[in-house]
T-cell receptor
Framework: NAGVTQTPKFQVLKTGQSMTLQCAQD?????MYWYRQDPGMGLRLIYYSASEGTTDKGEVPNGYNVSRLNKREFSLRLESAAPSQTSVYFCASTWGLAGLSYEQYFGPGTRLTVT | KNEVEQSPQNLTAQEGEFITINCSYSVGISALHWLQQHPGGGIVSLFMLSSGKKKHGRLIATINIQEKHSSLHITASHPRDSAVYICAVRTEPGNQFYFGTGTSLTVIP
């Protein structure tokens, strides 16, 4: 099992460009999450998907959109990148549905720089 | 506002020492997670607990729901334990995840 995979690992964008971060899991997990990690801030939840076909906003959703393409894949889109979106992005998945508490499995992260 | 506070922020220990990292939270939770982030950036879940105590090898995690406090203990610390340890809570109600800023641990041989 590959676990949780993310692409790309690194990306540099110019302000105003768009891109999609891809995430896939092969553990048959129901719930998937996108986080950003900034120095001194800790991880912050951007969006999550409790199950296939549903998505919900987290703590910092502005400037992002998500798509739960199927049970395996959950993508994060930046429509018009801004320097404030420079961060490390982590995707995670868990077996449980929202409201239940299960161990989270994290992807390796995507380091995004917006100039 | 910080829903999750960790202490200390940084910790240096000699190999073999007993280590304690603390986590306090201010919201109602359904579960608390302890995570380990390696120097290369990867994040691994160590524990998920909603009450009492759990033990994996040299790692022990405890939680006191009434006091809204959790501790992560490492016995007989080793240089390979050097990492950032992150506390996270899943809120109840609300179903949000909040993370502490992490405790950076360095274990010196």
């Amino acid at each position: 099992n590959a676990g949780v995979t993310q692409t790309p690992k690194f990306q540099v964008l110019k302000t105003g460009q768009s891109m999609t971060l891809q995430c896939a899991q092969d553990m048959n997990h129901n719930s998937m999450y996108w986080y950003r990690q900034d120095p001194g801030m800790g991880l912050r939840l951007i969006y999550y998907s409790a199950s296939e076909g549903t998505t919900d906003k987290g703590e910092v959703p502005n400037g992002y959109n998500v798509s739960r393409l199927n049970k395996r894949e959950f993508s994060l889109r930046l429509e018009s990148a801004a320097p404030s979106q420079t961060s490390v992005y982590f995707c995670a998945s868990t077996w449980g549905l929202a409201g239940l508490s299960y161990e989270q499995y994290f992807g390796p992260g995507t380091r995004l720089t917006v100039t | 506002k910080n829903e999750v506070e960790q202490s200390p922020q940084n910790l240096t220990a000699q190999e073999g020492e007993f280590i304690t990292i603390n986590c306090s939270y201010s919201v109602g939770i359904s579960a608390l997670h302890w995570l380990q982030q390696h120097p290369g950036g990867g994040i691994v879940s160590l524990f998920m607990l909603s009450s009492g105590k759990k033990k994996h090898g040299r790692l022990i995690a405890t939680i006191n729901i009434q006091e809204k406090h959790s501790s992560l203990h490492i016995t007989a610390s080793h240089p390979r334990d050097s990492a950032v340890y992150i506390c996270a809570v899943r809120t109840e109600p609300g179903n949000q995840f909040y993370f502490g800023t992490g405790t950076s641990l360095t274990v010196i041989p």
